[in-house]
């Protein structure tokens, strides 16, 4: 599948992040975590799957395992299986990031 | 790992596209295609191997199967295991895109 205009399939919520599913594999999901300033993924660790983010817009905060950085768009981070990782928005703009799992999400 | 202003990893080559390993775990790998005006990856199939392109700069052509799109900076494109997919670079400027494999080459 060919996802043109990215951005666009965004959904945010006031309450939590947003998650948009984009298409997936037998082997890998696509989809989006969409924040509004303030909003964070807090620390987690996925056993057995590996976990690509891409930041498609805007800029936030990194944390995979001992290493926190400031992202923005074009950056990417790789949390691979095991290690623990976040994301989150300080603000003032909405960041949006894209989101691939290696298994699929129900596939581990 | 946390990778920022990607685009600076990214290595030309007159002769073909070129290519940069940026990270991986066991189940997914990260990297770059990068391609000069002209330049294209011929329409190829991954057999057990889920490919996922997401275009960080410049703009170019992509074909997943029967569908052919102009595709630019933001747009994302998977191609599944068996399924044959393409990249073309018609110019005029160069063309950087991200390339995540699951499983990573040399482990399927």
Redesign the interface.
């Given at each position: 599948?060919?996802?043109?205009?990215?951005?666009t399939k965004a959904r945010f919520s006031a309450e939590k992040m947003g998650k948009v599913d984009?298409?997936?594999?037998?082997?890998?999901h696509?989809g989006l975590n969409c924040f509004e300033p303030g909003q964070e993924h807090k620390a987690h660790t996925h056993a057995g799957?590996?976990?690509?983010y891409?930041v498609?817009?805007g800029s936030g905060e990194?944390t995979?395992g001992e290493?926190t950085?400031a992202?923005s768009a074009?950056?990417?981070?790789?949390a691979?299986?095991g290690v623990s990782h976040s994301m989150r928005n300080p603000g003032p703009h909405r960041l949006t990031v894209?989101v691939?799992f290696?298994?699929p999400p129900g596939k581990t």
């Open positions: 599948m060919i996802i043109r205009n990215t951005l984009l298409d997936a594999g037998e082997r890998l696509a799957q590996d976990k690509l891409v498609l817009d990194a995979v290493e950085a992202v074009g950056d990417v981070i790789l691979p299986a894209l691939v290696s298994p």
